[in-house]
């Protein structure tokens, strides 16, 4: 990937980073446009053009990628932290208008908009800086009253 | 990287990238027009007559595009979203022949042409191709 760095994160205890928990769950047949068309897009941003505000959809403090316009209700929620550095985090199935009526995705979205405030903050006082499409600095995070 | 990751990007279809690079390309072409001409998206709904949250799912790159709906942005915009190149162009003329109409055919240098009994009145213009003279229809009179 040329254009951008991609990150996860990894939930102490757990097997796999959360971007490897969307893969592994959604690359499936039932779910195979909507995983195709988020995964194609993350493949094309990160070796072509880099990751364009305009590509994302706007969750609060985070971003999500977008399932196809007419059909799939499959997110990928992401922090996009710059234009070439992503967190990618896990995804759900959006089963209501409103993500606060969705289980499946209310989750994923309320981890995703803290781990975002928390890097913008960090990023502001300092003790995260953006180098070389890296990101340098102290990259444990404790996420509510479990997840550390 | 993630070797899982990894490996899932690398099994993706063929299609299925093609298919996300044009529609992220349409998407950055109407965002750069919209940029140049200084219109927002709420101008581009506007002008064809759709709700702002709908041009936005578009600028999202997920959109399929109908050739409908790239005419009408076409129209909007006033400006071609997407540009297909011609098999090939014809040249209108005036029936003048220009500097820029020429073609170079590599000839060799000229000699008599063979079989020509009087060669003081008339010339030929030939080429040779291997051992064989090979004439072009063409005659000049000298004068």
Known sequence: ?148 | MSKIFEDALNALPAHAMERAAMSLEVADRIHAILEKKGMSHRDLAQALGKSESEISKWMRGTHNFTFDTIAKINMALDAKLIYVPKARSVKQGDGRLAKSDATVIPIKPLKSATGLSDTSQQWSLYREVGNRAATVPLTLNRN
């Open chain 1, 1 to 148: 990937m040329n254009k951008i760095t991609y990150y996860s994160f990894h939930i102490e205890g757990d097997d796999l980073c959360e971007v490897e928990k969307f893969v592994t769950r959604f690359n499936i047949p039932a779910y195979k446009d909507d995983y195709e068309n988020i995964m194609s897009v993350v493949r094309h941003m990160g070796t072509c053009t880099g990751a364009g505000e305009h590509y994302f959809r706007h969750e609060r403090a985070a971003e999500a990628l977008p399932p196809p316009y007419r059909s799939g209700n499959v997110r990928l929620y992401c922090s996009r932290v710059s234009p070439d550095i992503v967190i990618l985090g896990n995804g759900c199935v959006k089963t209501a208008q409103k993500v606060q009526q969705s289980e499946d995705c209310l989750f994923h979205f309320e981890f995703m908009n803290a781990l975002s405030r928390q890097i913008t903050e960090r990023i502001v006082e300092g003790d995260l800086r953006m180098f070389n499409r890296q990101l340098e600095g102290n990259l444990h995070f404790k996420i509510g009253d479990c997840y550390e």
